[in-house]
């Protein structure tokens, strides 16, 4: 079995700061890229920061230089720094880690964390 869990979303006034976290636990052979997604209401998820292994990031375009995704791979982690937050970045943000098990390759999601900025 694989576990993904999300935390430290949360309620925050705009242009402030939250730092998520998402651990991923199991029988795992590797973890390849870990990503961060968000899903508005009424929008389609989408991506929002993804890191490979070996720490190269991609960022959408309305994130960048504000938001800062790292991972420990020692311990299967993934964080998402968010400064200067927005009433726009409000959402639910889920955590997707790309896993190879024993038996193949898959992609495993965490429940998500609600992160709500007003204005």
């Known amino acids: 079995q694989v576990q993904v869990v999300e935390s430290g979303g949360g309620l925050v006034q705009a242009g402030g700061s939250l730092r998520l976290s998402c651990a991923a636990s199991?029988?795992?052979?590797?973890?390849?890229?870990m990503g961060w997604y968000r899903q508005a209401p009424g929008k389609q998820r989408e991506l929002v920061a993804v890191?490979?292994?070996?720490?190269?990031?991609n960022y959408v375009d309305s994130v960048k230089g504000r938001f800062t995704i790292s991972r420990d791979n020692a311990k299967n982690t993934v964080y998402l720094q968010m400064n200067s937050l927005k009433p726009e970045d409000t959402a639910v943000y889920y955590c997707?880690?790309?896993?190879?098990?024993?038996?193949?390759?898959?992609?495993?999601w965490g429940q998500g964390t609600q992160v709500t900025v007003s204005s």
């Open positions: 997707k880690a790309s896993t190879i098990r024993f038996t193949g390759a898959y992609d495993y």
């Open positions: 199991g029988s795992i052979r590797r973890i390849n890229d």
């Open positions: 890191i490979t292994t070996g720490g190269v990031t």
